[in-house]
């Protein structure tokens, strides 16, 4: 099977100039769910457990929090959606900008440039970059970082290399971060997967030193696997490109996210799924639940046709990045709750959905008006 789906893909190396793949609405729109829980959507839903506070609804509110070390919940699928989601829209932009004529110079300066942006962006949001004191910074330590240093990664991969050898890559950067995890002796061990004694948060602290963020994420060698997490997008957006029947399609999503689920199962008792640090079983775990969503999202929207209620997530997704930064820098809770504050003497324990809720709004408004506009900030 492999074989008969890297024959088919290599038609889609970036470097063609044939017709180019319209852009797929369910791109956006799962983008914007992704979004959705990362701008508020999480402490909406956790506040019904205050609210009710049944088995339902603790669970619920259980799923929305990251796990603390071994395994996976739902919010745990988040950053790394956002990572393949990024991935799923390479082939199309890329094709788009070789078929439109842009110098391979040209798109290496567009590349380097976005990284740049990403980082600062990065080190704004939790680099403590806006302290402007430079014993306070980190320089490794959010989402948008690994998103440039997997799109940095993926890019040399996709640009350079026909598809075999861009899967043949990802297996590679899988590999080599579990061989270094495996083999690689540090004062606390070898082979060990703590949370405070790993090789991934050992090379962290040795090559940050006081930048490193304190924290139990590593970022230096998992840069690895973000990139295999950017890669998963990467070849799903290769599918979704052929013009191969909706079908066919979807059976071929369907068979990479189950290879991916019992590659990860099986990876499993031997190189544990971790957020943290990011395993490479965590990523083929998570990227086969990132496949089934992108499924799910494309046979909603673009083979049924059934675009309607996809439109909120579309506001959200089309300006992400304007989302995820205003999320993180601005409180939007105090500006909503100058609204909803007087309400809480009568609301008792549905407050914080309601003040919750107006802060989503409030930043939501803000999306919905650059939508209609046709203002969309793109790095």
Same mark, same amino acid.
């Given at each position: 099977?492999?074989?008969?789906?890297?024959?088919?893909?290599?038609?889609?190396?970036?470097?063609?100039?044939?017709? +180019?793949?319209?852009? &797929?609405?369910? #791109?956006?729109? @799962?983008?914007?769910?992704?979004?959705?829980? /990362? *701008?508020?959507?999480? =402490?909406?839903?956790?506040?019904?457990?205050?609210?009710?506070?049944?088995?339902?609804?603790?669970? +619920?509110?259980?799923? &929305?929090?990251? #796990?603390?070390? @071994?395994?996976?919940?739902?919010?745990?699928? /988040? *950053?790394?959606?956002? =990572?393949?989601?990024?991935?799923?829209?390479?082939?199309?932009?890329?094709?788009?900008?070789?078929?439109?004529?842009?110098?391979?110079?040209?798109?290496?300066?567009?590349?380097?440039?976005?990284?740049?942006?990403?980082?600062?962006?990065?080190?704004?949001?939790?680099?403590?970059?806006?302290?402007?004191?430079?014993?306070?910074?980190?320089?490794?330590?959010?989402?948008?970082?690994?998103?440039?240093?997997?799109?940095?990664?993926?890019?040399?991969?996709?640009?350079?290399?026909?598809?075999?050898?861009?899967?043949?890559?990802?297996?590679?950067?899988?590999?080599?971060?579990?061989?270094?995890?495996?083999?690689?002796?540090?004062?606390?061990?070898?082979?060990?997967?703590?949370?405070?004694?790993?090789?991934?948060?050992?090379?962290?602290?040795?090559?940050?030193?006081?930048?490193?963020?304190?924290?139990?994420?590593?970022?230096?060698?998992?840069?690895?696997?973000?990139?295999?997490?950017?890669?998963?997008?990467?070849?799903?957006?290769?599918?979704?490109?052929?013009?191969?029947?909706?079908?066919?399609?979807?059976?071929?999503?369907?068979?990479?996210?189950?290879?991916?689920?019992?590659?990860?199962?099986?990876?499993?008792?031997?190189?544990?799924?971790?957020?943290?640090?990011?395993?490479?079983?965590?990523?083929?775990?998570?990227?086969?639940?990132?496949?089934?969503?992108?499924?799910?999202?494309?046979?909603?929207?673009?083979?049924?046709?059934?675009?309607?209620?996809?439109?909120?997530?579309?506001?959200?997704?089309?300006?992400?990045?304007?989302?995820?930064?205003?999320?993180?820098?601005?409180?939007?809770?105090?500006?909503?709750?100058?609204?909803?504050?007087?309400?809480?003497?009568?609301?008792?324990?549905?407050?914080?959905?309601?003040?919750?809720?107006?802060?989503?709004?409030?930043?939501?408004?803000?999306?919905?008006?650059?939508?209609?506009?046709?203002?969309?900030?793109?790095?």
């Amino acid at each position: 099977m492999l074989k008969l789906l890297t024959k088919n893909l290599q038609q889609f190396h970036v470097t063609n100039s044939s017709k +180019i793949s319209g852009r &797929l609405l369910s #791109v956006d729109a @799962l983008r914007g769910f992704d979004m959705f829980w /990362i *701008m508020g959507g999480d =402490l909406i839903f956790k506040s019904f457990d205050t609210i009710f506070h049944n088995s339902s609804t603790q669970w +619920i509110a259980q799923q &929305l929090d990251h #796990v603390e070390w @071994l395994g996976f919940q739902f919010y745990d699928i /988040i *950053m790394p959606l956002f =990572l393949f989601i990024v991935g799923v829209a390479m082939p199309f932009s890329f094709k788009k900008r070789f078929s439109s004529g842009a110098s391979m110079s040209s798109t290496w300066k567009h590349i380097l440039k976005r990284v740049a942006i990403l980082w600062l962006l990065g080190m704004m949001v939790q680099g403590n970059l806006l302290s402007y004191s430079w014993a306070s910074f980190h320089f490794y330590s959010n989402t948008l970082q690994s998103i440039a240093a997997g799109y940095l990664i993926a890019s040399i991969l996709i640009i350079h290399f026909n598809v075999l050898w861009q899967i043949i890559g990802t297996v590679l950067l899988l590999l080599a971060y579990w061989l270094i995890m495996a083999f690689l002796p540090t004062p606390g061990g070898t082979g060990l997967y703590e949370p405070l004694n790993n090789v991934a948060l050992y090379i962290d602290k040795l090559i940050l030193g006081a930048h490193q963020d304190g924290t139990t994420y590593s970022w230096i060698l998992s840069s690895l696997n973000f990139t295999a997490t950017v890669m998963l997008g990467v070849f799903s957006g290769y599918i979704l490109q052929t013009s191969w029947k909706s079908t066919r399609k979807l059976l071929t999503l369907i068979v990479f996210a189950v290879i991916c689920y019992f590659t990860a199962i099986l990876w499993n008792y031997i190189h544990p799924i971790i957020k943290h640090i990011w395993t490479g079983s965590f990523v083929l775990y998570v990227g086969s639940f990132s496949i089934a969503l992108l499924i799910v999202f494309y046979f909603i929207i673009d083979v049924l046709k059934f675009k309607l209620w996809s439109k909120f997530f579309v506001i959200i997704g089309s300006n992400a990045i304007v989302a995820y930064v205003a999320w993180h820098l601005f409180d939007f809770r105090n500006l909503s709750d100058i609204f909803t504050r007087g309400l809480e003497q009568y609301t008792g324990s549905w407050y914080n959905l309601i003040s919750y809720t107006a802060s989503f709004t409030a930043i939501f408004l803000i999306l919905w008006y650059m939508n209609r506009k046709k203002i969309f900030i793109k790095v």
